[in-house]
Structure formats: structure tokens, C-alpha cells
């Protein structure tokens, strides 16, 4: 709770003095029009103070996450449990400039400034809760802070100013746009890793999915010796192909070889929009998915690489990079992030390189050494793709705000 209250001394001053002039000229009713006054203006700062004390404030943001575009309901609550009114009652609720606030009251936005103020007046009754229901909806990805809620009161008799804020850390988590990518962006992908691969760098190309009675034309190499001794009859091995369904995208959203805060917008969300949807759409493919990113979220400053199993788990990688912020580190985080990434990396998995620039270290740890296992796919950011690129690519694509094509 943060609370202020200031008080005119003129009311009570002037109460006391003429409560004084009453006194000394021997008039009683100067004198207890003077101590009446006076008196009332204290018992009104008192229940002023008292009602501070008790008066409940609340802000609710049931949704924390939400779609670019979508609308999310919010209320912010205040409950009077005096048995006085509260006259005049100001609230008030800040949000970001780039959130867009719908409810009562008016919207004040401020010129130059990053944040808006959504304000209206209303009466509250004694022992009566109010509820300033509104709705948000913002279209650009990031970590919005809603709030605080606040409530001002102002007593007429004792000329004090009272404020209630809600004091809990309110955030609302916008994912990035996603463009689904061309059908066959992922798959061939897998396919050339796979081609790519030597037979032997796989532990066993084939799984034993059962055994069952021989029928004419099945071939002679797939017959269970021990299973026909067993049961007396022909039996044969069903095996099914194994393959590797995982996926790895690498992030580095640097968008000038310049000082890191040489930053281009465009570029910038435009890297992360195409993250984004290849994380999306390679979960929804079946792929496990490693997503590398540089820069900086909450708790993670130096870069992080989150894994998700299941399409279930796609929220976790969305909410990431929607958080994902620059830092003046990202040049020596990639270099970190590939070290680690070569050291997990599984047979025949592609990796997918996603950045506006096309990282030098790169060229020298991943694609001239031919290292295998290494099967790189580059996403090129707008017009930025490197000319001519390196001979190690299996392939190339350029996204560009919102539009996949082949380079």
C-alpha cells in the first residue's frame, strides 16, 4: 500500500482562532462555533485515515498471454467497508502506450511519453464494491506491465488527499506473429540431413515393430529364426524405419555490424516472427524442437536454449520470444550457444539459422570444417543474405515480413 495525505491547516487554524476570540472577548457561542469547528475537522481527518486503512484495492488480469490482436478482460476492484460513502473517487490505470484500452472513463496520452493513463470518477456507497471492468489488446510481442490500479480520495471537510494503489507486479506477455513457412521447409530439411548421414552414424536404421505368421512374397531376410523354432511355423520380423524428428533453431537477431544498440526494428522483430513460426510449425509436424536464441529475457541474460516435446509445449518457446530483448553481449553469446550446441546436437538433425546478418563464427565453426552431423539451413532476414554463401548450406530462405521464398 502507498498512501499520501496532506491537510490545509487554514480550516482548523481558523477554527482555533476564533474558538480564541470567543475566549478572550467572553462570547460562548464564538467561542464553541470556534471548538466546533475545529473538532470537526479533525474527526473528518480521522475517519479519513481510518478508511485509508481499511479500503481494499484490487487490479485482476486473469489472462496473462495472449495472441497479437486478441482481447484480454481485466477489472480493477474497490471495496468501501465503511458505513460512509466515498464521495468523488478518482481511479486510475496505467498501461504502455502500444496497449490499446477499451472500458469507462477517458484515455489520457501523455505527448512523448511510452505510457497511457485510463481515468474516470465514481461514487461508492457504504459498504459497496465498484468494479471498473475494461479490455486490452495490443498488436506488438513483448513483456507489457498493467498497472498499478489506483484509487484517489478526496474528504471535503478536511481537505485530504488519499490515494490506494494495487501494489502486485501485473504483466501481459503478447506472443509474435507467426507466417506459417512453406510446406516442405521442414521436411526437406530432415530429408537432406537424413541422405546426408551415413548409415552407421544412426544406432540402429531399423525397430522390430512385431512378429507374425510368414505370407508368400515376404523376404527371406526378415525371418524370425527363433520364433520359427518356437512355434514350429515360418514367422518374419515387421520392422518399421527409424528417424531422427528433431529440429534445432538458432536465433541471432543481431541486425548491424555495428555497437549493439545499432538496431534495426524491422529486422528485429522480423527474426523473431520467423523463429517463432518455425518453432511453431516444426512442433506441430511432430519434431522435437532445440530453440538457441541471443539476447536477453527475464532471468536469463546471456542467451538460452529452451527444448519442447509436444505441440502442447509450444507456449513455453512463444513466451521466450516474446520476452527476447537485445543485450550487448549477443556476438559472444553465439559463440557460447554453438559450442554447447555442437556438443548436444544428435545425428541427422538440421539446424536451422535464423538471423538478419550472417554470423562470421558461423562460417568458421559449423560450415567450412564440414563437420558431421552438421546439416545447416539458412533463414535470411529481409534482403540481408550473404553473397555468395557458404558452400556448407544444405539450402537457403529468405523471410521477409511475413513472405517465405527460396534463395
Same mark, same amino acid.
Given at each position: 500500500?502507498?498512501?499520501?495525505?496532506?491537510?490545509?491547516?487554514?480550516?482548523?487554524?481558523?477554527?482555533?482562532?476564533?474558538?480564541?476570540?470567543?475566549?478572550?472577548?467572553? *462570547?460562548?457561542? !464564538?467561542?464553541?462555533?470556534?471548538?466546533?469547528?475545529?473538532?470537526?475537522?479533525?474527526?473528518?481527518?480521522?475517519?479519513?485515515?481510518?478508511?485509508?486503512?481499511?479500503?481494499?484495492?484490487?487490479?485482476? !488480469?486473469?489472462?496473462?498471454?495472449?495472441?497479437?490482436?486478441?482481447?484480454?478482460?481485466?477489472?480493477?476492484?474497490?471495496?468501501?467497508?465503511?458505513?460512509? $460513502?466515498?464521495?468523488?473517487?478518482?481511479?486510475?490505470?496505467? !498501461?504502455?502506450?502500444?496497449?490499446?484500452? *477499451?472500458?469507462?472513463?477517458?484515455?489520457?496520452?501523455?505527448?512523448?511519453?511510452?505510457?497511457?493513463?485510463?481515468?474516470?470518477?465514481?461514487?461508492?456507497?457504504?459498504?459497496?464494491?465498484?468494479?471498473?471492468?475494461?479490455?486490452?489488446?495490443?498488436?506488438?510481442? &513483448?513483456?507489457?506491465?498493467? &498497472?498499478?490500479?489506483?484509487?484517489?480520495? /478526496? %474528504?471535503?471537510?478536511? *481537505?485530504?488527499?488519499?490515494?490506494?494503489? %494495487?501494489?502486485?507486479?501485473?504483466?501481459?506477455?503478447?506472443?509474435?506473429?507467426?507466417?506459417?513457412? $512453406?510446406?516442405?521447409?521442414?521436411?526437406?530439411?530432415?530429408?537432406?540431413?537424413?541422405?546426408?548421414?551415413?548409415? +552407421?552414424?544412426?544406432?540402429?536404421?531399423?525397430?522390430?515393430?512385431?512378429?507374425?505368421?510368414? /505370407?508368400?512374397?515376404?523376404?527371406?531376410?526378415?525371418?524370425?529364426?527363433?520364433?520359427?523354432?518356437?512355434? *514350429?511355423?515360418?514367422?518374419?520380423?515387421?520392422?518399421?524405419?527409424?528417424?531422427?524428428?528433431?529440429?534445432?533453431?538458432?536465433?541471432?537477431?543481431?541486425?548491424?555490424?555495428?555497437? +549493439?544498440?545499432?538496431?534495426?526494428?524491422? @529486422?528485429?522483430?522480423?527474426?523473431?516472427?520467423?523463429?517463432? =513460426?518455425?518453432?511453431?510449425?516444426?512442433?506441430? /509436424?511432430?519434431?522435437?524442437?532445440?530453440?538457441?536464441?541471443?539476447?536477453?529475457?527475464? &532471468?536469463?541474460?546471456?542467451?538460452?536454449?529452451?527444448?519442447?516435446?509436444?505441440?502442447? %509445449?509450444?507456449?513455453? @518457446?512463444?513466451?521466450?520470444?516474446?520476452?527476447?530483448?537485445?543485450?550487448?553481449?549477443?556476438?559472444?553469446?553465439?559463440?557460447?550457444?554453438?559450442?554447447?550446441? #555442437?556438443?548436444?546436437?544428435?545425428?541427422?538433425?538440421?539446424? @536451422?539459422?535464423?538471423?538478419? @546478418?550472417?554470423?562470421?563464427? !558461423?562460417?568458421?565453426? #559449423?560450415?567450412?570444417?564440414?563437420?558431421?552431423?552438421?546439416?545447416?539451413?539458412?533463414?535470411?532476414?529481409?534482403?540481408?543474405?550473404?553473397?555468395?554463401?557458404?558452400?556448407?548450406?544444405? =539450402?537457403?530462405?529468405?523471410?521477409?515480413? &511475413?513472405?517465405? =521464398?527460396?534463395?
Amino acid at each position: 500500500m502507498i498512501w499520501r495525505a496532506w491537510q490545509s491547516e487554514a480550516i482548523p487554524l481558523a477554527g482555533l482562532l476564533i474558538a480564541a476570540t470567543g475566549l478572550v472577548t467572553n *462570547q460562548r457561542i !464564538l467561542m464553541a462555533v470556534g471548538l466546533f469547528w475545529w473538532g470537526l475537522v479533525f474527526v473528518a481527518g480521522r475517519m479519513a485515515q481510518h478508511t485509508l486503512q481499511r479500503l481494499e484495492a484490487q487490479l485482476s !488480469l486473469p489472462v496473462i498471454v495472449a495472441e497479437p490482436g486478441q482481447t484480454v478482460a481485466g477489472e480493477l476492484c474497490l471495496k468501501n467497508p465503511m458505513p460512509w $460513502p466515498l464521495m468523488h473517487v478518482e481511479w486510475k490505470l496505467v !498501461l504502455p502506450a502500444s496497449i490499446e484500452a *477499451q472500458g469507462p472513463g477517458q484515455v489520457l496520452r501523455p505527448t512523448g511519453a511510452g505510457h497511457q493513463t485510463l481515468t474516470g470518477h465514481s461514487w461508492v456507497g457504504p459498504k459497496e464494491e465498484i468494479r471498473i471492468r475494461y479490455r486490452l489488446a495490443g498488436s506488438q510481442r &513483448g513483456r507489457w506491465p498493467i &498497472g498499478p490500479g489506483a484509487f484517489t480520495l /478526496q %474528504d471535503p471537510l478536511s *481537505q485530504a488527499e488519499l490515494i490506494r494503489e %494495487d501494489q502486485a507486479t501485473h504483466y501481459l506477455t503478447i506472443w509474435p506473429h507467426r507466417y506459417a513457412p $512453406p510446406f516442405d521447409l521442414l521436411d526437406r530439411a530432415a530429408r537432406d540431413a537424413q541422405r546426408r548421414t551415413p548409415r +552407421w552414424a544412426f544406432p540402429d536404421p531399423l525397430s522390430i515393430k512385431s512378429v507374425r505368421a510368414y /505370407q508368400p512374397g515376404d523376404p527371406r531376410g526378415h525371418l524370425a529364426v527363433y520364433a520359427t523354432a518356437r512355434v *514350429q511355423q515360418l514367422m518374419v520380423k515387421e520392422t518399421e524405419p527409424l528417424t531422427n524428428r528433431r529440429i534445432h533453431v538458432l536465433l541471432h537477431p543481431k541486425t548491424a555490424a555495428g555497437p +549493439w544498440y545499432a538496431i534495426n526494428g524491422d @529486422l528485429f522483430e522480423d527474426a523473431i516472427c520467423a523463429a517463432a =513460426s518455425l518453432v511453431e510449425t516444426a512442433l506441430a /509436424q511432430g519434431f522435437v524442437t532445440d530453440l538457441w536464441a541471443t539476447g536477453a529475457i527475464p &532471468g536469463q541474460m546471456r542467451g538460452f536454449h529452451l527444448t519442447a516435446r509436444h505441440a502442447s %509445449d509450444v507456449g513455453t @518457446l512463444l513466451t521466450a520470444l516474446a520476452w527476447l530483448q537485445p543485450s550487448g553481449t549477443m556476438d559472444d553469446d553465439v559463440t557460447r550457444l554453438v559450442t554447447s550446441l #555442437l556438443a548436444e546436437r544428435g545425428a541427422a538433425a538440421p539446424l @536451422l539459422i535464423v538471423s538478419p @546478418l550472417w554470423p562470421e563464427i !558461423l562460417t568458421a565453426s #559449423l560450415v567450412s570444417q564440414r563437420r558431421p552431423g552438421v546439416h545447416a539451413v539458412y533463414i535470411a532476414i529481409g534482403d540481408t543474405a550473404p553473397s555468395p554463401l557458404p558452400a556448407g548450406l544444405v =539450402s537457403c530462405w529468405r523471410f521477409h515480413r &511475413g513472405r517465405w =521464398s527460396h534463395a
